[in-house]
């Protein structure tokens, strides 16, 4: 069955400190893979996604993340946290194969940034 | 020139009312969601519409009806409301998936259902 796990429901870190959000999927083929932020009572918005090539991924904000094919994972990183990053953070996968027309959405991770 | 628009952004209603919540988007996508976000952020997907037809649709009561009247157009209505269907209800759109392609999500701003 395909699914994502968010292992962490809350991660802090200090401002300025590196951040790491953990993701990792099963699907069944090849995956498509996305990071999505929630800020306080707004939609989500798209950071970033995988689809192929290059295993580490930039996007928004200056946000990336990288693929690891082995450890199926998709990690959100950033060099250099700010606390404007204080947010809800969602991973999705979707299978290139099967029923591709829906994303399969992890649980969510809580990104408290503090000065 | 918001890019996915829903209204109204918050309703207040008895048990037993109906209610309906608009989406509009003008990104010239072709496929329209709605999402359900809970009390603890789990996000589900409800229905996908894409040009008018429906193509997603989960196990969700029957209460629930959609209505894509044109493709950059998909309402909500809502009957009989329950007290569990209290959450945020998120309209996306996407460029058209499968094919191949993946798309990513442009959402609403949510539309805060309370039911008393």
């Known amino acids: 069955a395909q699914s994502v796990a968010q292992p962490e429901d809350q991660v802090n870190v200090a401002e300025g400190n590196p951040l790491t959000v953990k993701c990792t999927y099963s699907?069944?083929?090849?995956?498509?893979l996305f990071w999505y932020v929630q800020y306080p009572n707004r939609g989500l918005q798209f950071l970033l996604k995988y689809i192929t090539g290059d295993n580490l991924v930039k996007g928004s904000y200056g946000f990336e993340a990288e693929f690891n094919k082995s450890q199926t994972s998709f990690h959100l990183k950033k060099p250099s946290a700010l606390v404007s990053d204080s947010a809800l953070y969602f991973c999705?996968?979707?299978?290139?194969?099967?029923?591709?027309?829906?994303?399969?959405w992890g649980l969510g991770t809580s990104l408290a940034v503090n000065p | 020139d918001t890019a996915v628009s829903q209204t109204p952004k918050y309703l207040v209603t008895q048990m037993g009312n109906d209610k309906s919540i608009k989406c509009e988007q003008n990104?010239?996508?072709?496929?329209m969601y709605w999402y359900k976000q809970d009390s603890k952020k789990f996000l589900k997907i409800m229905f996908s519409y894409n040009n008018k037809e429906l193509i997603i649709n989960e196990t969700v009561p029957n209460r629930f009806s959609p209505k894509s009247p044109d493709k950059a157009h998909l309402n909500l209505h809502i009957n009989s409301l329950e007290l569990g269907d209290s959450a945020v209800y998120f309209c996306a759109s996407s460029r058209k998936l499968g094919l191949g392609a993946a798309g990513e999500l442009f959402f609403g701003e949510g539309s805060r259902l309370t039911v008393l």
């Open positions: 999705a996968v979707r299978d290139s194969g099967g029923n591709n027309r829906k994303l399969i």
């Open positions: 699907v069944s083929g090849n995956p498509y």
């Open positions: 990104l010239g996508h072709d496929t």
